[in-house]
């Protein structure tokens, strides 16, 4: 006879790259805790996604961010997990009917790393020289910076992406610190970039869970992990983002900032080729978050005009 103490109390969804599993390990810690149970009582199931399966080619040309949620949120939807735990920045901004990205854990270090083993910034490489990155804003960004590199497409987890750069597939690359960090491979990194000089995609840094709306017991639980701020970041963040029509086929970045109550956000858009850039700021309370996403992407949106994001 099972034992009543065997039987799962959430089901969690996830990736299974080690990335993802780490997160997924870190809201299953954190809800175990949060409701006095043993973690064995929630448990992990990793799904594969079509953006684990297509390796060959960059996603914006495969269908975008949606790839890697696509499995995991009909599997939530058939009621085969309770949750789903993703990156918010592999979140597109427009989810599937009936579910929810609304809480999230404390935010890590939004930045991006820059690792190399040929120069110690990205101002020191040699030029010609090749990153290599998958993310468009990361393209957009160095050619912005430096319109003399070449880019070439680095996909792959993140142990995958710096064993290539180790097999001379690139002269650098660019990784998220925050999944350095949780990999406990920070010490790879040759140098952090700052916010301010290399701003972040919309969500990096942040685990979001996503429940189905009616499923009002695991809401109620999810609820007891929410990290109020970075919610509210995230909600400037992904107004921006919806207002722009954001996906892995346009380069944008976005970090929002809490403080004191105040919220204070800045945003950018960067042609696909580096040539143009322009970006926008805004302050306000926290309790006007999406609205003041949104205004900025407003903006930009009217400042920029409709064929900024066509390649040339």
Do not use: W, Y
């Not at 080619?57 to 735990?85: C, M, N």
């Not at 599937?96 to 110690?120: H, M, Q, T, V, Y």
């Not at 290539?164 to 350095?180: E, H, R, S």
């Not at 009002?216 to 921006?240: P, S």
């Amino acid at each position: 006879m099972t034992q009543p103490s065997k039987v799962p109390l959430l089901r969690i969804g996830t990736r299974g790259s080690p990335l993802a599993l780490a997160q997924a390990r870190e809201v299953q810690s954190r809800l175990a805790a949060a409701c006095g149970i043993a973690a064995e009582r929630i448990e992990i199931k990793t799904i594969r996604t079509t953006g684990d399966a297509v390796q060959d080619r960059p996603l914006a040309t495969a269908g975008g961010k949606g790839l890697f949620t696509k499995e995991i949120e009909e599997a939530l939807l058939a009621g085969s997990i309770d949750l789903a735990v993703h990156s918010s920045k592999d979140m597109p901004t427009v989810l599937p009917d009936g579910l929810l990205l609304d809480a999230f854990l404390p935010r890590e270090d939004p930045r991006d790393a820059f690792i190399s083993r040929k120069a110690k910034a990205l101002r020191d490489l040699p030029q010609g020289a090749v990153v290599g990155t998958a993310s468009l804003r990361r393209q957009a960004l160095v050619k912005h910076l430096r319109p003399d590199l070449k880019i070439a497409t680095l996909r792959g987890n993140v142990e995958t992406r710096l064993r290539k750069l180790d097999a001379g597939d690139a002269d650098a690359t660019l990784l998220a610190v925050a999944g350095l960090k949780r990999l406990g491979l920070l010490g790879a990194a040759t140098m952090i970039l700052a916010i301010d000089a290399f701003l972040p995609a919309v969500g990096q840094g942040a685990i979001g869970i996503e429940t189905r709306a009616d499923d009002e017991a695991t809401r109620a639980l999810v609820t007891r992990i929410n990290d109020a701020d970075t919610a509210m970041a995230l909600a400037a963040e992904r107004a921006f983002l919806a207002v722009l029509d954001g996906s892995c086929r346009t380069p944008i970045a976005g970090h929002a900032r809490v403080s004191d109550g105040t919220l204070r956000f800045r945003g950018m858009i960067v042609r696909p080729d580096g040539s143009e850039a322009h970006e926008a700021t805004r302050e306000g309370r926290c309790a006007a978050a999406a609205a003041i996403g949104a205004d900025a992407g407003r903006e930009l949106k009217d400042r920029a005009g409709p064929d900024f994001f066509a390649q040339g």
